[in-house]
């Protein structure tokens, strides 16, 4: 079992930076592809980001691609995004995952249902 907790999330103006933590517990990250996920009011949850296991390769979201970026250090057992030039339609609730994987082989890393393990999420305000 993983269990997993984001943090950071808070209100920022539009053009602003914030950087959100995703701490694990139960079980070390290095075995995990690891995700960034968000959810507007009234929105389906879609995907933000993911690192791949050894943290060599990461995969965006279009709609955030150049703005956010992904990092994880494994030592600390905790993942990170960073996200810069917020924009208002970046307001939502911002969830990390996890999924065990046997090596750097990614999935179908766009699904949520492909994740095994969620955290409870952070709130990120973006004000015009």
């Known amino acids: 079992q993983v269990q997993l907790a984001e943090s950071g999330g808070g209100l920022v103006q539009a053009g602003g930076s914030l950087r959100l933590s995703c701490a694990a517990s139960?079980?070390?990250?290095?075995?995990?592809?690891m995700g960034w996920f968000r959810q507007g009011l009234g929105k389906e949850r879609e995907f933000v980001a993911v690192?791949?296991?050894?943290?060599?390769?990461?995969y965006y979201a279009d709609s955030v691609k150049g703005r956010f970026t992904i990092s994880r250090d494994d030592a600390k057992n905790t993942v990170y995004l960073q996200m810069n030039s917020l924009k208002p339609e970046d307001t939502a609730v911002y969830y990390c995952?996890?999924?065990?994987?046997?090596?750097?082989?990614?999935?179908?890393?766009?699904?949520?249902?492909?994740?095994?393990?969620w955290g409870k999420g952070t709130q990120v305000t973006v004000s015009s």
């Open positions: 995952a996890a999924k065990a994987v046997e090596t750097s082989y990614i999935g179908p890393y766009r699904a949520a249902w492909w994740y095994d393990y």
């Open positions: 139960g079980r070390t990250l290095s075995s995990y592809a």
């Open positions: 690192i791949r296991r050894s943290g060599g390769t990461t």
